[in-house]
Nanobody, 123 residues
Framework: QVQLMESGGGSVQAGGSLTLSCKTA????????LAWFRQAPGKEREGVASIFTGWYISESVKDRFTITQDYGKSTVYLRMNNLKPEDTGMYYC???????????????????WGQGTQVTVTS
């Protein structure tokens, strides 16, 4: 199990921005693809973005979200711009077990989950 700690969620008006952070241990950071998933109320969880040696962004958010990493801090960031009410949900950081850059495509590839951080976008 990989320990993951998310932060950065909150409430923002539509059109605003938020940056989520996911910190993990340095040893785990370099051995796993780290991903962001989200789950809106009443909906299935969906993969949003992931990063390992390369990165992946879901088509549904690719024009607004970016994923970056800070090796020195063993932290992955999800920058979310031009937020919409439909972006509201719980955002989870996750670590895979397949070492794929696009590990956010399929949660069956995920071995560890963070506790989640809530993002609320008001219109």
């Amino acid at each position: 199990q990989v320990q993951l700690m998310e932060s950065g969620g909150g409430s923002v008006q539509a059109g605003g921005s938020l940056t989520l952070s996911c910190k993990t241990a340095a040893t785990a950071y370099r051995s796993h693809c780290l991903a962001w998933f989200r789950q809106a109320p009443g909906k299935e969880r969906e993969g949003v973005a992931s990063i390992f040696t390369g990165w992946y962004i879901s088509e549904s958010v690719k024009d607004r979200f970016t994923i970056t990493q800070d090796y020195g801090k063993s932290t992955v960031y999800l920058r979310m711009n031009n937020l919409k009410p439909e972006d509201t949900g719980m955002y989870y950081c996750a670590a895979d077990e397949v070492r794929r850059n696009d590990c956010a495509r399929d949660e069956r590839w995920i071995a560890s989950w963070g506790q989640g951080t809530q993002v609320t976008v008001t219109s």
